[in-house]
């Protein structure tokens, strides 16, 4: 099973970046995908979630601002993000759980891509 993100990177406060993830190796179209950031000596945040159903939830500091997407023909998960903060500085990582549910709880993942940087200025 692999993860691969892509398109973080450097943009000022106000811009926007989409992030995609590609995935391989299990039934993508099937289970629980979700995107996490981690800033340095913080915990995993967890921003969205979308089911095989595209059912989504957000994290207060993700709604309004960023859209979680999937397409199962492509086997990728996107993240749109608009209006970025500084504080949005951070590692993300997208994560998939087998199970149809979506936790929020990092730990209750399956598998996990390794990452890619997003800095705001």
């Known amino acids: 099973v692999q993860l691969v993100e892509s398109g973080g990177g450097s943009v000022q406060a106000g811009g926007s970046l989409r992030l995609s993830c590609a995935a391989s190796g299990y039934p993508f179209s099937t289970g629980c995908m979700a995107w996490f950031r981690q800033a340095p000596g913080k915990e995993h945040e967890v921003l969205a979630t979308?089911?095989?159903?595209?059912?989504?939830t957000y994290a207060d500091s993700a709604k309004g601002r960023f859209t979680i997407s999937r397409d199962n023909a492509k086997n990728t998960l996107y993240l749109q993000m608009n209006s970025l903060k500084p504080e949005d500085s951070a590692m993300y990582y997208c994560?998939?759980?087998?199970?149809?549910?979506?936790?929020?709880?990092?730990?209750?993942?399956?598998?996990w891509g390794q990452g890619t940087q997003v800095t705001v200025s």
């Open positions: 979308i089911d095989s159903a595209r059912s989504t």
């Open positions: 994560a998939a759980h087998r199970e149809t549910d979506c936790p929020i709880n990092p730990r209750k993942y399956d598998y």
